[in-house]
């Protein structure tokens, strides 16, 4: 798992890099989370902390991230940017999966805030992705959607695998994370 998850993060963007969703809708949505690593590590990461969180951060903490990516994919469709995108997009995976090598139990409202701020960068380059959509709004709630599956996902595996198998899951998604990081630097 190491090994796949190191060696196929430099090249695996949900997002950027000149994709663009020409004739996208409910379907392309639904699909895109699972085809690149940085959204689909960065949606179960943010489901397993929130299990790892516990109390109202196990619903908080994954529609803060759906309610924060959606602003930012509407901030994104009206052609802003952020400064450092694709690097702070790493750095979520890299983040994520450090907290939950660590099993490290932030404040709530640290956490909270931490999950906002990651949202915000994912969203505003999906936003950027689905102005070229054919229909932007289906193509939306099809990728909500799926992210809202990928976060219930996580919080299964996280109240489900052994605290040691989440450690390995969370050093696997940090490592992703660096290599994410070299991909963009080199």
């Known amino acids: 798992l190491f090994v796949i998850l190191a060696g196929g993060?430099?090249?695996?963007?949900?997002?950027?890099?000149?994709?663009?969703?020409?004739?996208a809708g409910l379907f392309t949505g639904l699909a895109h989370p699972f085809t690149g690593l940085d959204h689909f590590l960065a949606m179960l990461a943010v489901g397993i902390l929130a299990a790892q969180q516990g109390g109202r951060a196990l619903?908080?903490?994954?529609?803060?991230?759906?309610g924060t990516m959606l602003v930012g994919?509407?901030?994104?469709?009206?052609?802003m940017s952020l400064m450092g995108m694709e690097w702070m997009i790493a750095l979520s995976v890299l983040m994520l999966g450090l907290l939950?090598?660590?099993?490290?139990?932030?404040?709530f409202m640290p956490a909270a805030l931490l999950t906002a701020m990651f949202a915000l960068f994912h969203g505003v380059a999906h936003g950027q992705e689905m102005s070229f959509a054919a229909s932007p709004m289906a193509y939306a709630t099809g990728m909500l959607f799926?992210?809202?599956?990928?976060?219930?996902?996580?919080?299964?595996?996280?109240m489900k695998l052994r605290q040691l198998y989440l450690s390995l899951t969370g050093a696997a998604i940090a490592i992703a994370g660096v290599g994410m990081l070299f991909g963009l630097a080199g």
């Open 100 to 107: 939950i090598a660590k099993r490290s139990h932030l404040p």
């Open 73 to 79: 994919a509407m901030l994104g469709m009206t052609g």
């Open 59 to 66: 619903w908080v903490l994954p529609a803060t991230f759906v």
């Open 146 to 158: 799926a992210t809202t599956l990928l976060h219930t996902l996580g919080v299964l595996f996280g």
């Open 9 to 23: 993060a430099s090249t695996a963007w949900a997002h950027g890099l000149g994709m663009h969703t020409h004739g």
